[in-house]
């Protein structure tokens, strides 16, 4: 079992909210006979549309349309787009494989807002550690 996507680079599947925007990605589904294609948006779900004019067939083209409303919540969105490979007779013990690609939307936050991450390896009592640390502006 194995089934694959070809999507849009990262940058293009990072949305900053604006209301009212639009956005088109195209996909390509395959390596699998019969695919069922998704999408799973949460709260966005309502302004997200899955194009797939051959639902449940083999490898193929599939796009998805992103219309955003006018004002959304602060926060970060995340939209998925993507494959389930489906058998086409029903049995008595079956498996799935399944892809997906992500979209980010990220809602600004009003006023001053970051987000900080740390990062470290297991350590021991008294052990020197080398560590990261991430620092996202998610203001307007």
């Keep these: 079992m ?3 996507i070809i999507e849009p ?3 293009e599947r990072y949305i900053v909210f604006q209301p009212n925007i639009e956005r ?3 996909f390509t589904i395959g390596k699998a006979e019969f695919i069922h294609s998704f999408k799973n948006a949460g709260v966005l779900d309502p302004y ?3 194009n797939d004019p051959a639902q449940d067939s083999g490898p193929r083209p599939i796009s998805a349309d992103i219309k955003l409303p006018e004002k959304i919540d602060p926060g970060l969105y995340y939209i998925f787009i993507g494959g389930l490979e489906t058998s086409g007779e029903p ?5 799935r494989a399944g892809i997906q690609s992500k979209i980010t939307v990220l ?3 009003p006023g ?3 987000e900080y991450s740390l990062t470290a390896n297991d350590v021991g009592v008294n052990e020197k550690i080398n560590f990261s640390m991430a620092l996202s502006c998610r203001s307007k």
């Design 2 to 4: 194995s089934i694959g």
């Design 9 to 11: 680079s990262y940058e």
């Design 24 to 26: 088109h990605y195209e």
């Design 48 to 50: 997200v549309t899955v």
């Design 91 to 95: 049995g008595t013990v079956s498996a």
């Design 107 to 109: 809602s600004l936050y």
């Design 112 to 114: 001053k807002y970051l």
